[in-house]
């Protein structure tokens, strides 16, 4: 068996993406994880603005099956034009 560090895949992820506030961020940042994990309802996605309201983070649960899949997402976060920072 391969060795997947501290994390035991497959598992259940939450990723963090900030980016400047817009009406479409949420809905972007679901579609570059959607590439790799598929669907992800709308319940997976909590939306937080910061407290001036110029910024979003969005927060997005879902199940990564490999760490190549987690490095896939993570690489496509970062190529997004309108992402400031992920965890």
């Known amino acids: ?3 997947e560090g501290v994390l ?4 259940v992820y939450t990723f963090k993406v900030f980016g400047r506030r ?17 669907t992800i309802p709308l319940d997976a996605i909590k939306v937080r603005e910061s407290g001036g309201g110029a910024y979003v983070c969005v927060s ?14 993570y690489e496509d976060l ?8 992920y965890l």
């Not at 035991?8 to 598992?11: A, D, E, R």
């Open 1 to 3: 068996m391969k060795d």
């Open 8 to 11: 035991g895949f497959p598992c």
């Open 22 to 38: 817009s009406e479409s961020f949420h809905d972007q940042v679901r579609q570059v994880i959607a590439t790799t994990v598929g």
């Open 60 to 73: 997005v649960i879902t199940r990564v099956h490999s760490r190549g899949q987690l490095e896939r997402i």
């Open 78 to 85: 970062r190529a997004h034009e309108d992402v400031i920072l």
